[in-house]
Every structure is written in C-alpha cells, then in structure tokens.
C-alpha cells in the first residue's frame, strides 16, 4: 500500500466543540496516522497519512462527521508523508 498524506485546514465552529477528538477517532477507525491542533486563528490543522481512498474517505467525513461542529470549509493539499507518526494525535498550539 502507498502511503500518502493529506494537510487540512477547517474553517467554522470547530474549536470547543469536541472536533478534534472526533477527528481523531475517525483517523484511527481509519487506520490513519497524523496530528489534529487547534490554531490561534480559529481554524484547526490536521495532518494525516495513510492509503490515499482512506484520506479522502476522511476528507469527506471532516465536512459532517462532528454534529456539535459547523465546517465552513476546508482547505485541503497532498504532501509529503513524513511516516513520523505511529498513532493519530492531538496537538497543541502549533506543534503537529
């Protein structure tokens, strides 16, 4: 299996909500590996690698997963996977 990676940035009421555990649940359902943060802005970072279909299964799913969030929109890249992660985890500030 090829592994790939995928960086997000969700936009909405996504902070305080339980999003990132959720997201973090959802990955590992998954089998993904990666990081979820909160940013100063508002916003929350994600980071995940894995089987392409999975991360765009878990692209998708970011959008209505989470019923106490409200996703406005996604900013969404492909990179590099860095294979530096064993788990999906939350990060703080700034440290994914």
Do not use: K
Not at 1 to 30: C, D, K, N, Y
């Amino acid at each position: 299996m090829a592994i790939a990676a995928l960086e997000l940035t969700v936009w909405g009421a996504v902070q305080g909500v339980g999003f990132r555990s959720a997201v973090r649940q959802q990955a590992q359902i998954l089998g993904l590996t990666g990081t979820v943060s909160n940013n100063a802005d508002g916003s929350v970072r994600v980071h995940a690698e894995g089987d392409r279909l999975r991360l765009q299964a878990f692209f998708h799913w970011c959008y209505t997963g989470v019923r106490s969030a409200r996703v406005d929109r996604i900013q969404t890249s492909w990179a590099v996977p860095t294979r530096r992660y064993q788990d999906f985890v939350i990060a703080t500030f700034g440290n994914g």
